[in-house]
């Protein structure tokens, strides 16, 4: 299945490198472009894309508030959004992940992981960028404006399991890393995992992650 991809971002020779870039996978396809957040939206919308690779800061509308806007349109439920950002440590990437987005790339990443990170994103799978550390993730996502005090009381909904494989997740381990480490097969591990995010309402694994900091089943450094 082909990945239909938007780019949205105010530099037009930066949308048309990765237009360029990813036109040449044989599995994806960019299907518009747009110079700012709203235009990003409307384009979400009438295009189907399957990822959107979304700038932060744009004009009209930057990219928090645009991925809010899709991430709360339930006929975009499929839409997954992949944040670019010039530093990979940015004050606005809880917003964004807070906001729904799946992951967050830097704008200087190597073909090969920006192609890798759509696909894994558009499989609902990604979190950050493949330079990413799990002290990066704790940075991003355990900032005091992240917490939330309702977030643990939803936590009742997991089974001592399910808690389990989420708190590794958050820890930044994927799929075949828990198995490994519960010795459990990788399908048994997803399975767990996508079961949690069903509970919690998380859209991806970058959504349960935010949860397992807010609530404070995981907290930095640990």
Do not use: W
């Amino acid at each position: 299945m082909t990945i239909r991809v938007l780019l949205a971002d105010d530099q037009a020779l930066l949308r048309g490198t990765f237009k360029l870039l990813i036109d040449s996978a044989p599995d994806m396809e960019v299907v518009g472009e747009a110079a700012n957040g709203a235009e990003a939206v409307e384009l979400a919308r009438s295009r189907r894309a399957d990822v959107v690779l979304m700038d932060i800061r744009m004009p009209v509308l930057d990219g928090i508030e645009a991925t809010a806007r899709i991430c709360a349109d339930e006929d975009l439920a499929g839409v997954r959004i992949l944040i670019l950002t010039t530093f990979e440590v940015d004050e606005h990437l809880v917003d964004a992940l807070r906001a729904g987005a799946g992951g967050f790339l830097g704008k200087g990443v190597d073909p090969p992981d920006l192609l890798d990170a759509i696909r894994t994103v558009a499989a609902g799978d990604a979190l950050l960028s493949p330079t990413a550390t799990r002290q990066l993730i704790a940075r991003v996502v355990a900032q005091p404006a992240a917490a939330d005090p309702r977030a643990g009381r939803r936590l009742d909904l997991l089974t001592p399991r399910e808690r389990e494989v989420m708190i590794l997740a958050a820890l930044g381990l994927s799929n075949h890393d828990i198995a490994e480490r519960l010795h459990v097969t990788a399908v048994t591990a997803k399975t767990h995992v996508n079961r949690a995010m069903t509970k919690l309402g998380a859209r991806d694994r970058a959504q349960l992650v935010v949860i397992a900091y807010q609530s404070g089943l995981v907290r930095p450094g640990a």
